[in-house]
């Protein structure tokens, strides 16, 4: 659709990182498999509270979540997603499980011409980036 009616579509890739006992059980199908969907749950509402009603929120992962933002450029891109970032760890989640949270972006049509694929990689890459630069971060395609 923005392709079809030329405006901006931005592409965030958001990453929960608990501690690693919590994962781990996770990974197991132990009990933290529950604590990790607790806090996907939590986290989720608080993402919809810093997105608007157009903006589309998906699980993406186990611990991630694909935001898609319509005629938002980077600048709004980056915006929102410290302000997930800064909701997120100012709220008892973070207490509870020594949580991280890290952001990737990438803009339609700046960072992908017209696949979706390309732009969601860009915003994967980008995760990654802010990985590397540090915890609770976010980075831009």
């Known amino acids: 659709k923005a392709n079809r009616y030329k405006y901006s579509l931005s592409c965030l890739i958001c990453e ?3 501690s690693a ?5 996770a990974k197991r199908g132990g009990r933290g498999s529950q604590q990790n969907d607790d806090i996907m ?9 810093c997105t608007r009603k157009s903006d589309i929120i998906a699980r993406y992962d186990a611990n991630k979540f694909i935001i898609l933002l319509p005629h938002t ?8 997603s410290e ?4 909701r997120i760890l100012d709220s008892g989640l973070n207490s509870r499980s020594s949580l991280s949270v890290n952001i990737g972006s990438a803009i339609f049509p700046v960072n992908a011409d017209d696949d979706q694929e390309q732009l969601i990689n860009r915003a ?3 995760l990654k980036k802010a990985r590397k ?3 609770s971060v976010a980075a831009a395609a």
Do not use: P
């Open 41 to 49: 749950k939590q986290a989720s509402k608080i993402i919809i509270n």
């Open 133 to 135: 630069t540090g915890s």
């Open 124 to 126: 994967v890459r980008a």
């Open 21 to 25: 006992d919590i994962l781990q059980s």
């Open 73 to 80: 450029f980077s600048d709004g891109a980056i915006v929102c």
């Open 83 to 86: 302000k997930i970032i800064k």
């Open 16 to 18: 929960l990182n608990h």
